[in-house]
């Protein structure tokens, strides 16, 4: 997977709402460069207690992509992963200002839910990995996009993401234990930091280490 980016870059426009701290339940699990989707299945099934409000996976060339779902908004949308036009995503989280940007920067668009996984999907593909830059939630994400594996985190790592190795494909999931029969290696994906095939990584946010005092 190549090294992190050494020039990092903070948002002016992530202000996390401390208010909704707190990780929300619901998961994803899939592969890249593997296919195997009956181990996707059993991660899926792993994670029934994060998201019991429906699951499913979708196979594509390049990749399995899983997500169980705990339906906060638009609970009768029911496609699972999310696809378009050979986009495909999978999401776990919240994102807060998705009704701001579907009105801004997607006026034009006519969606066909009310989730804001579509919101996420659909700025994605006109944007690329730019448009996480906008997200004010907390989430972990995985798309695909022509061959390529595209996954990303929030800035506080409040959703948890996880990945590892087999056989030169790697496989990542909302929860460690679910890789822990499948990967020889397992590593926390990094907050603040997305993760593209072939681009390599870029962290898009830093909490400050040191505390600094009120004037």
Not at 3 to 16: E, F, Q, R, T, V
Not at 41 to 64: A, T
Request: glycine content about 10%.
């Amino acid at each position: 997977l190549g090294g992190i980016l050494d020039s990092y870059s903070m948002p002016k426009n992530h202000a996390c709402k401390q208010s909704r701290l707190g990780s929300t339940m619901g998961g994803i699990a899939g592969s890249y460069k593997s296919r195997e989707s009956m181990t996707i299945r059993e991660m899926l099934r792993q994670l029934v207690h994060r998201g019991p409000d429906g699951n499913g996976i979708v196979e594509l060339p390049e990749s399995v992509l899983g997500q169980a779902r705990l339906a906060i908004i638009d609970p009768n949308y029911r496609q699972l992963p999310m696809g378009r036009n050979g986009t495909w995503i999978a999401f776990n989280g919240e994102i807060y200002n998705y009704r701001e940007l579907h009105a801004t920067d997607l006026a034009a668009m006519h969606l066909h839910s009310g989730t804001d996984t579509e919101v996420v999907l659909e700025l994605f593909r006109r944007d690329g990995p730019a448009c996480i830059e906008k997200l004010d939630g907390m989430f972990a994400i995985a798309i695909m996009h022509d061959h390529d594996l595209f996954l990303a985190r929030d800035p506080l790592g409040i959703q948890p993401l996880y990945f590892g190795w087999h056989n030169n494909a790697l496989f990542f999931a909302s929860e460690m234990k679910t890789l822990q029969q499948t990967c020889t290696t397992i590593s926390e994906f990094p907050a603040g930091t997305w993760y593209d095939s072939k681009l390599g990584w870029h962290q898009y946010f830093q909490v400050d280490s040191e505390i600094k005092e009120f004037d």
